[in-house]
């Protein structure tokens, strides 16, 4: 097909009779944020092959908007027919012409409104949320920072059941509704410890949960330039991340040392990392397909742990897990057998073998710090043939350039015999940044992810090594 | 920009492993084949009655899994063969009474059994002299021929356990002439039909008393059945091979079995393997060990008895050798050939270091070394006998 057929056909596709259906499902995926979703509409080639890795679930609020968008496309058309035969034909082009604009601002606004009016509903989800929190006994843990935080979250839970009656917030909900409603419906008062996950994405953000939540414990895992489209600058993402100060005390603030380093934290807090938690002395760290190891030490008090977890970055929040659940009271039998109970969790440097191959999913991972534990490890085991796949990272506004490029040269550095791409807004800084490193080994930028994933398994044969960082999902295709 | 070859997987048919059938060809042949990016690849369907279809619709298992395969097979255009110069696919385009071909450059053949994996559909691809993958007519016929291919490996002496054969007409004529046949071989015994594979219609027979029954299941399947007497300290191995004058094995393979649970269709591919309800999936996956956990002076001895089993026979393309071993009489028995082995067999190649991709792309190669080697034999020449005549 000529390049000006393929571009009429991308410009006609907006006329599709599915085309309301493809908002309506662009508006689930980016959450109902009408910001989102005007921009996704904006850079989208074609609205044709929109929906790729999910399915639009038919919720109430998904149907009503199904119901408004077909229904003002109906009627639009309606004014197109009378106008017609009234024979007033450019007024008909006319308003044929801009039927899919009116639906998709009719959809942006009605949802702006929309959100407006749940805020305001659930204003009182909150009041009782906070109430019943307020007067619960529990100690509660907030984890927060730009990466690392389900995963810190799932091992301090692990770790401290071994103890402690623990709950915490499930999956990565992590907003305050979810928050909320998790507190109402969920807790039975029973609970020793709370850990809740905070996923913080523009300004205030931070104070808000801890208005909700009250913590007595906040742990930091790390600090990148992440969700810079909802914050604006770096700026006011350290000082949202740095409002924990206001409502954790020092003594009972935990800081990964990379994030305590960057928003200039250090002497102010507790700070972990690979070297030491909470007085103990990490060394002899070992990491493998099979799991983790190192050993801890404090004066004559030692520890050898190990866990199913692979990659060195995840020594830091095992080690906290260990110290703070013995701080929180468990002896340290206890908290080495919770480290020892601790698994991969799904798509975070997982590794399945298939047929003889290793293939370590990290395809959740969504941060620099992560992409750069896989690839030393990647660069650190033996294999016959050792390849690499990454969309790149999203949300990194201003410093898109300047991460992917990192991320090229990371790539160099690992030196896998085959590189993957997917053909996206990042993929050429990053292929760039690799060459420009002298890369020697297979380069590929592939154009349909999905089927990408979908035949990995083809192409790999006994002593392959795989490592899959990030996944795009459909918003940021 | 460089043309796609096409290439028609071919898969279905009139035999009892129907189903197994579309699973090699949609999962171990067509998926990668598409994965290669190399090929056009073309699903033909041969439907349990014998009837020819071609559809993109096809390679989508759940066409199958459903049933909705027999709605499709009532409404769509059975296909033709064209066999003038080459192979050309005929079907009604459905639209005003035109016809749709597609000129096939390389057959992929992903049928078991009979009417398939015996040499039946090899012949027509001679005729057409289009280039296929695997084994030729005679090595297709003789390997999936039991009695046949005992017979061609004795000949090359390759040791193989004691057995005997008859036909069902004989077992039908005089059952006690049959059974006095078998009284030179030592219990245990295996009764199989000669021509089926995927272990369909097997028994085996611990006492005189069983022999008749089993006899008589393997008579329902086949019209020629073996007898053969069961391997004492047993380790059940098999061995895939690719190749044509060069064959390249993989890995010695070792069923997780007993000796007493042998490795019948419900454990091959009902069960992923395990016997008794394992969940296993993907049929010959997670029931094998590879490599063979066997002494070095036996395993070495086996991957060359397997060698020396698909020259004799004349395999080329791919096959898999199914091999027994005394392991106190560090003995290797010549079981069984498949020409054509489940799935490929890509689990094993996977673990030798050979992706899924590489393997359907070797086949494919072989496949041309061999016919392009076959265009260099001269098979016509001119003579006055006509005139004479």
């Known amino acids: 097909m000529s390049a000006k057929k393929a571009e009429l056909k991308n410009y006609l596709s907006i006329y599709l009779p599915t085309v309301p259906y493809v908002f309506v499902y662009m508006l689930q995926q980016v959450e109902n944020n009408a910001d989102e979703f005007l921009k996704w509409v904006n850079r989208l080639p074609n609205y044709q092959r929109v929906i790729k890795r999910k399915k639009l679930v038919l919720t109430k609020k998904a149907l009503v908007l199904l119901v408004l968008a077909y229904g003002m496309a109906a009627l639009i058309l309606a004014g197109v027919v009378l106008l017609f035969a009234k024979g007033l034909y450019p007024y008909a082009v006319g308003l044929f012409v801009v039927q899919p604009a009116v639906v998709i601002l009719f959809l942006a606004y009605l949802n702006k409104l929309g959100v407006k009016l749940i805020a305001f509903k659930r204003r009182k989800d909150y009041a009782v949320a906070s109430a019943k929190l307020m007067a619960h006994k529990a100690t509660k843990i907030v984890v927060l920072g730009s990466y690392g935080k389900t995963t810190a979250k799932e091992l301090l839970s692990t770790v401290l059941a071994e103890g402690k009656i623990v709950a915490s917030t499930p999956g990565n909900k992590n907003v305050p509704i979810s928050h909320a409603r998790w507190i109402i419906n969920k807790l039975t008062g029973e609970e020793e410890v709370l850990i809740f996950e905070l996923g913080e994405g523009e300004p205030g953000d931070i104070k808000r949960f801890c208005e909700l939540l009250h913590p007595d414990i906040a742990v930091l895992t790390g600090y990148a330039p992440n969700h810079l489209d909802g914050y604006g600058t770096v700026e006011a993402l350290k000082a949202d991340l740095s409002s924990i100060q206001d409502f954790v005390k020092p003594e009972n603030l935990y800081v990964a040392e990379q994030a305590a380093e960057a928003l200039d934290f250090k002497d102010k807090v507790q700070v972990f990392g690979t070297k030491s938690s909470d007085g103990w002395v990490i060394k002899n760290i070992e990491v493998a397909i099979t799991g983790t190891s190192f050993d801890m030490n404090k004066g004559s008090a030692k520890a050898h742990l190990h866990s199913s977890l692979i990659g060195e970055h995840n020594v830091a929040p095992l080690a906290l897990s260990f110290t703070l659940g013995q ?38 991972n969504g941060n620099l710090e ?43 550095k690992s030196n896998p015999d085959v590189v993957v791409f997917m053909h996206n807004s990042v993929s050429h800084i990053m292929k760039a940044a690799l060459e420009a490193k002298g890369f020697k080994g297979i380069i590929r930028v592939e154009s349909d992810p999905l089927a990408f994933y979908t035949n990995i398994q083809y192409e790999l044969a006994g002593g392959d090594m795989v490592l899959m960082q990030n996944d795009w999902t459909d918003n940021y295709a | 920009m460089m043309l796609m070859k096409t290439i028609a997987v071919i898969f279905g048919g009139r035999s009892t492993e129907h189903d197994v059938s579309i699973i090699t060809a949609l999962s171990s042949i067509i998926k990668p084949l598409e994965a290669s990016r190399q090929y056009q690849v073309e699903a033909v369907y041969i439907s349990k009655d014998g009837a020819w279809f071609w559809d993109n619709k096809l390679k989508d298992i759940a066409l199958y899994q459903s049933g909705e395969i027999e709605d499709f097979m009532r409404k769509a255009p059975k296909v033709q063969l064209s066999l003038d110069d080459g192979l050309t696919l005929v079907k009604s385009s459905q639209f005003a009474g035109r016809k749709a071909y597609k000129k096939i450059d390389i057959v992929f053949p992903a049928m078991h059994g009979t009417h398939g994996e015996d040499g039946e559909l090899m012949g027509i691809f001679e005729m057409a002299n289009v280039a296929y993958v695997g084994c030729g007519v005679a090595a297709s016929a003789i390997s999936m021929d039991k009695v046949l291919a005992k017979q061609v490996t004795t000949s090359a002496d390759i040791p193989t356990t004691p057995w005997v054969w008859f036909t069902s007409a004989d077992l039908a004529r005089d059952h006690e002439a049959v059974i006095a046949k078998t009284k030179g071989l030592e219990y245990p015994l295996f009764v199989k039909p000669a021509h089926l594979g995927s272990s369909i219609g097997i028994s085996r027979v611990t006492k005189p008393e069983e022999l008749v029954n089993a006899l008589e299941v393997a008579a329902h399947y086949d019209d020629k059945i073996i007898v053969e007497q069961a391997v004492q300290n047993l380790a059940e191995v098999t061995l895939p091979i690719m190749g044509n004058e060069e064959p390249r094995p993989a890995m010695l393979e070792q069923p997780n079995v007993k000796p007493e649970d042998f490795f019948d269709f419900e454990t091959k591919y009902m069960q992923g393997g395990k016997k008794g309800g394992g969940k296993g999936k993907g049929g010959a996956q997670g029931y094998s060990t590879i490599p063979a956990d066997l002494p070095k002076d036996l395993y070495d001895q086996a991957m060359q008895v397997g060698v020396n089993v698909y020259k004799t026979v004349g395999c080329a393309g791919i096959a898999r050798v199914d091999m027994l071993i005394d392991t106190k009489a560090k003995t290797v028995f010549f079981n069984e050939i498949n020409p054509l082995p489940g799935g490929l067999y890509s689990h094993n190649w996977n673990k030798a270091g050979i992706s899924s991709i590489d393997l359907v792309t070797k086949l494919v190669d072989y496949a041309e070394e061999r016919w392009h080697n076959q265009q260099k034999n001269t098979v016509t020449f001119s003579t006055n006998y006509l005139k004479q005549f």
């Open chain 1, 370 to 412: 992560g992409i750069r534990a896989g690839l030393e490890l990647l660069h650190s085991v033996t294999a016959t043939r050792k390849m690499y796949v990454t969309p790149g990272l999203v949300e990194q506004g201003t410093e898109t350039e300047k991460v992917h490029t990192e991320i090229g040269h990371l790539i160099a």
């Open chain 1, 327 to 364: 701080k929180l009271g468990l002896s340290q039998k206890e908290a080495e057998a919770g480290i020892a109970k601790t698994l991969p969790f799904d798509h975070r440097m997982q590794a399945r073998e298939i047929n003889g191959a290793w293939l370590i999913d990290d395809t959740y």
